[in-house]
């Protein structure tokens, strides 16, 4: 099966030639003036924010979206990834729970605000918290997580602004202001210190600092997925067919026959070999993870208006897929897609240290540690089928410096969560969620003392920031 027309046709086509025109003055409403301002509140600006409001500095969020989460809310990433060392291997396990059975028994490398975050969903009864039942992955609910993040910045005191798209940076004598498109019209907040926390360094890069996108070789990134959840799901149906066909799932992914049969048939035309699915905390519901648009630059309106419409062709195939071929799903319904297709990787701004995928798949250690990591070297083919993983050594994990919070360049600005400087390989680690809370919380305690001390955050004493990250109960190693 083709991909409709309507993916070609009904996508504005990025103009040939790079014509600019000039646009005419305008007056902005200034906002006021804050200590901190964390711009994006995914996880990296949840982390961020609750890290420096901690130091009792004043500090204000701002997120595009009218709500909180990010990834795990917008993008509907779901669950979190593991964030254990492994050091016990996984001996196998139970192929029906829909959770991962090849990561064995370890220790957190993740804690601080993470760790509050999960304790108050647990409350909540929005998540199930890490395991070895759980192969070390966190099911949540994205609605849940929405609230929490809301309760948990309102009890720290960080002052919020929503429906609030970051246009711009400007430097002044004094500090920083960024620039603000909303419905209110243009509005500037000025602040001692900005941690960008976008994903994509859009306010490093209007800074100026350098950056990277993508592999050395040809620059392109991994592609992106639309991630939704299907409703209604009969679990011991699917439970059924895994018992008839154990070589065809493996933990939470397979069907490569039933894929290959309907590719034949003309029902099924992905670019990937098999189906990826998690559960969730509610037994009839499971999170899909399969498809998969490769060419596209998440820096581009360009690209992300036809991969979204990619993605929703594919979703659509994916379910007709399941409800006609799969058991479990004959009475499945997709509930939620996310609310814009999820993005991996665009630009890696360079800082003061690269980290690099040899520092991960080695576990290097550095004595300006903010922030640590465990989970696998993990890219997504970004040309079509296949992915490569590689594991940490039994038992370890990576360092995050301190300097790779810091663009080069830029003074008064931290960057956090995905955009951190890596190269390509080490990227395809530190970007997942828990890793990018862990950088974010960094960035924001570095980001307020900064403020406090009123000098430059590469001018700051690591020791300094180390303390404050213990104080908060950060794992450091």
């Known amino acids: ?80 990834t593991a964030f254990h060392n492994e050091m016990k291997q996984a001996v196998g396990g139970d192929d029906t729970r829909l959770l991962p059975t090849d990561h064995g028994e370890g220790e957190p490398v993740v804690g601080g605000v993470l760790w509050t975050l999960l304790d108050r969903l647990d409350q909540m009864g929005g998540v199930i918290k890490p395991s070895p039942e759980t192969g070390y992955t966190v099911p949540f609910d994205p ?9 948990l910045l309102a009890e720290a005191g960080v002052h919020l602004l929503l429906h609030s798209f970051a246009s711009d940076l400007i430097h002044l004598p004094d500090g920083v202001r960024v620039v603000f498109e909303g419905k209110s019209g243009p509005i500037v907040l000025d602040a001692d210190v900005v941690v960008d926390c976008t994903g994509d360094g859009d306010l490093a890069a209007a800074a100026g600092a350098p950056y990277e996108i993508g592999r050395p070789e040809d620059g392109l990134t991994q592609p992106m997925t639309l ?25 939470v992914y397979g069907l490569w ?17 098999d189906l990826l699915f998690f559960a969730t905390p509610y037994d009839d519901e499971v999170a899909v993870n399969s498809t998969r648009v490769t060419g596209v630059l998440g820096t581009s309106v360009w690209d992300l208006t036809r991969a979204e419409l990619v993605a929703h062709e594919q979703m659509a195939q994916i379910v007709t897929f399941l409800k006609r071929r799969v058991p479990g799903f004959e009475q499945a319904y997709a509930v939620q897609s996310g ?33 640590r990591g465990a ?37 008064r600005l931290l ?6 400087s890596g190269d390509h390989v080490a990227h395809s680690s530190y970007r997942v969620m828990p890793i990018s809370m862990a950088t974010g919380q960094a960035a924001g305690v570095a980001a307020a003392l900064s403020s406090r001390e009123g000098k430059p955050p590469r001018d700051l004493s690591v020791e300094a920031v180390q303390r404050e990250l213990r104080t908060q109960r950060a794992s450091l190693g």
């Open 1 to 80: 099966m083709t991909l409709s027309p309507y993916v070609s046709t009904a996508c504005l086509a990025p103009p040939p030639n790079e014509e600019s025109v000039e646009l005419p003055p305008r007056r902005a409403r200034r906002a006021g003036r804050t200590n901190v301002l964390v711009v994006g509140g995914g996880p990296s600006g949840i982390g961020a924010a609750l890290g420096a409001a901690a130091t009792g500095v004043r500090v204000t969020l701002v997120e595009r979206y009218g709500f909180l989460g990010g990834n795990a809310t917008a993008a509907l990433v779901m669950p979190l």
């Open 143 to 151: 609605e849940l997580f929405k609230l929490t993040a809301y309760e």
């Open 227 to 251: 991630m939704f959840r299907m409703g209604r799901f009969n679990h011991q149906g699917f439970n059924g067919y895994v018992h008839e066909h154990p070589d065809q799932w493996r933990g």
């Open 257 to 273: 026959d039933l894929i290959r049969e309907a590719t034949e048939a003309g029902e099924l035309d992905l670019t990937r070999e």
């Open 339 to 371: 609310v814009q297709v999820g993005v991996r990787e665009t630009r890696r701004i360079q800082g003061e240290y690269t980290l690099t995928g040899e520092d991960v798949l080695t576990a290097r250690k550095f004595d300006d540690v903010i922030a």
């Open 375 to 411: 989970y696998p070297v993990d890219i997504h083919n970004p040309t079509g089928r296949g992915t490569v993983l590689k594991r940490l050594p039994q038992g370890s994990s990576y360092d995050i410096p301190l300097r790779c919070l810091l663009p080069r360049g830029t003074d």
């Open 415 to 420: 960057v956090a969560g995905r955009a951190i």
